[in-house]
């Protein structure tokens, strides 16, 4: 167990080392519990106008019971505030509702942002924000999740077959006892690369969920730590927030420029843009581009962590490692770091000071293992 958060979380549990929970998830499930992970809930007429203020997704394109990753972002520099998965829940027009779900670690930070962009938006603005402080939260992830998960749905439940990545919807799940919980908002999608879900339980049923999850499912299903999901995420080439995101990058940096559709690049109105739209543009077209570019990276030798120096052949500082682990998966050292605008391209040899000496190294694309959503209308699609 490790303080994380104000929490006390576990880095393994003792049937399986971090390794061989790392390869069961990928083989099979495991059960992660994310209840530090701060959920809110946003409704009201000024819900949509407050979340395109601070992100700069397109809310008013986001359909009932679907999810998008997106990022707070400051106020002119465009630096992230935070990343976090935006769900518009059913809800009447007049008065939307919205599912967020931030990171533990910058719980105070995003509280004060939203606190004042709230009040920002003036006394007549009707919005209410609300923090589900009880609420459980748990991750399903790897292959075998869609048949674990069903093990525990209500008889007549529609079933998971029309539940697609970046989709959720709301339904009671089965108790230890056989009673059926309060309604739960299952949303498909995880940290992991692989097809899973992601589970918000009500504060008295959350324990018996997972009991009756694990209980059902003793040769597929096993609890994980902070341990495997970090070498999952990274293999995935998902970010970490305080590591390979902070107030000082910009999602153009970071790799994320996707984040922002096109009507958000013609429209802008949303904190940053000043900063950001130009990022997205060469400068040949009157743009600035960024200084440096989020990569991933292959490494020879021993495995390179964060804060490990990118190096030229000649020694030319280039950037910095900011998370980096040996791959289970692909039995070789991983990395994802910032390097220099021009040294970003798959397949551009570098090195990275590791005990300080240079090891070799090579940019790649990530993610380093192909993902296995279960998008709409491709089944299990590789990302």
Not at 71 to 88: E, F, K, M, Q
Not at 339 to 360: D, M, N, P, Y
């Amino acid at each position: 167990m490790v303080p994380f958060a104000g929490y006390s979380m576990p880095v393994q549990y003792s049937d399986l080392s971090v390794g061989e929970s790392h390869k069961w998830t990928r083989e099979k499930a495991s059960l992660f519990d994310v209840g530090h992970m701060v959920q809110h809930q946003l409704a009201g007429p000024a819900g949509p106008a407050l979340l395109e203020l601070i992100t700069p997704t397109a809310i008013s394109a986001l359909a009932p019971n679907h999810s998008t990753l997106s990022c707070l972002l400051h106020p002119v520099t465009g630096g992230i505030v935070d990343d976090t998965v935006i769900t518009r829940l059913p809800s009447p027009a007049t008065s939307p509702s919205f599912y967020m779900v931030t990171n533990a670690a910058c719980r105070a930070k995003d509280l004060a942002y939203l606190s004042s962009q709230i009040a920002s938006l003036g006394p007549s603005a009707r919005i209410t924000h609300t923090v589900l402080a009880s609420q459980g939260l748990i991750a399903l992830q790897g292959p075998l999740s869609a048949s674990i998960l069903s093990s525990i749905l209500a008889p007549r439940s529609p079933g998971l077959h029309t539940l697609y990545f970046g989709q959720c919807a709301s339904f009671p799940l089965e108790l230890v006892n056989g009673a059926l919980s309060a309604p739960c908002l299952v949303s498909r999608g995880g940290y992991t690369g692989e097809d899973g879900f992601e589970i918000s339980i009500p504060p008295e049923h959350t324990a018996s969920v997972t009991e009756n999850l694990l209980r059902k499912n003793p040769e597929t299903l096993r609890l994980a730590g902070l341990g495997a999901r970090d070498s999952l995420r990274l293999e995935a080439g998902m970010c970490l927030y305080g590591h390979d995101l902070d107030d000082s990058t910009t999602p153009v940096e970071a790799g994320l420029a996707w984040i922002v559709p096109k009507a958000r690049r013609t429209s802008g109105g949303f904190h940053g843009a000043e900063t950001i739209l130009p990022q997205l543009k060469s400068k040949k077209d009157g743009g600035t581009e960024v200084a440096r570019r989020r990569v991933g990276l292959l490494v020879d030798g021993a495995p390179a962590r964060e804060g490990a120096e990118i190096v030229s052949d000649a020694g030319e500082p280039l950037g910095r490692v900011t998370s980096g682990c040996p791959s289970p998966s692909l039995g070789t050292n991983i990395a994802m770091g910032y390097i220099k605008s021009g040294w970003h391209k798959a397949g551009t040899e570098v090195g990275v000071l590791v005990r300080r000496k240079s090891r070799a190294a090579r940019v790649v694309r990530m993610p380093f293992v192909e993902t296995r959503y279960v998008r709409e209308g491709g089944g299990t699609a590789p990302g």
